[in-house]
């Protein structure tokens, strides 16, 4: 993200709505110490969850900015969620949906990250929260039928399947879910965040879609599916197909808003949604970072 767009996003982002000015300084802070730390920080991510961050790591340190990076998806999945659920993070990265759903909420949580750099951060993160117990990790990417894909591997939250053009890539394993998961329980909730490649994904996920026992799927499309010459309104339309609808999720206020098409970035698919809505209404609130912002 441009610097400009980084500062519109942190000033705009709901938990910094009441102190704009504070949550700026947080971020130059942030920047000046890590030019001079090289270390990691353990970050107080919710009230019973931790988040290693570095400098570098985009995506985590949106959430020393923020409280919740992802404001409407991670509060969504922190309040639909509940202990010894069956939660699945594909792309999970470093493991933030992940600690949320694992630590925060005691759900059992099977996280995928392909790029063995990053997978190493995932394993640390699920180490330091002692997470061990509930949590299954798998360092290979997820696809539409076995064999192995060209990653990058430099790219921090935007690893992608390589093409042509890109000069560092690694080759990595890949499996499709359906086959992953034949000795594992269905998940009631799964995140999708393959920057582009969501309908490989997709394609090899078919008896976990048609499952009754996922709810609710979280699901980045954002555009990058062009870059593998995918229309991602197809994406969309699958997953209409077996019964998902598009919704928006307001964690104040614990509202579902349907939507006629997918969002700009993650969308929120959710199918018997009287059995979400049931959920979050009665979810409990959730303490955020340092500052005990309440979700």
Not at 20 to 26: P, V, Y
Not at 100 to 105: D, K, R, V
Not at 113 to 139: D, H, Q
Not at 171 to 192: A, G, R, S
Request: net charge neutral.
């Amino acid at each position: 993200m441009p610097f400009v767009g980084t500062i519109k996003f942190i000033k705009n982002h709901p938990f910094n709505s009441r102190n704009k000015l504070r949550s700026i300084i947080n971020f130059f802070s942030w920047q000046i110490c890590s030019l001079f730390n090289k270390f990691p920080i353990l970050y107080p991510f919710t009230e019973n969850s931790k988040l290693i961050i570095k400098k570098g790591m985009t995506g985590a340190t949106g959430n020393l900015y923020c409280g919740l990076v992802e404001f409407e998806d991670m509060g969504f999945l922190l309040h639909f969620l509940r202990m010894d659920d069956w939660f699945i993070d594909i792309g999970a990265n470093v493991g933030a949906y992940s600690i949320l759903a694992a630590a925060e909420i005691k759900a059992n949580v099977i996280a995928i990250e392909p790029i063995p750099s990053t997978f190493k951060f995932l394993e640390e993160n699920i180490l330091i929260n002692g997470c061990i117990n509930n949590t299954v990790l798998f360092n290979l990417g997820i696809g539409s039928k076995l064999g192995q894909i060209n990653f990058t591997q430099t790219l921090d939250t935007v690893n992608h399947v390589a093409d042509q053009d890109d000069k560092d890539a690694i080759l990595v394993n890949v499996k499709p879910l359906d086959t992953l998961l034949e000795n594992y329980p269905i998940p009631i909730l799964m995140k999708i965040d393959v920057e582009g490649y969501e309908s490989e994904v997709l394609k090899g996920s078919n008896n976990t879609l048609s499952n009754p026992k996922l709810k609710a799927l979280i699901i980045e499309l954002n555009g990058s599916g062009s870059r593998y010459g995918i229309d991602e309104k197809l994406v969309h339309e699958h997953l209409l197909n077996f019964g998902f609808k598009p919704y928006q999720y307001n964690p104040y206020y614990k509202t579902l808003l349907l939507l006629n098409n997918y969002g700009v970035n993650n969308t929120i698919y959710i199918r018997d949604l009287e059995y979400v809505k049931q959920r979050i209404e009665t979810a409990r609130r959730i303490k955020v970072g340092p500052s005990q912002k309440l979700v």
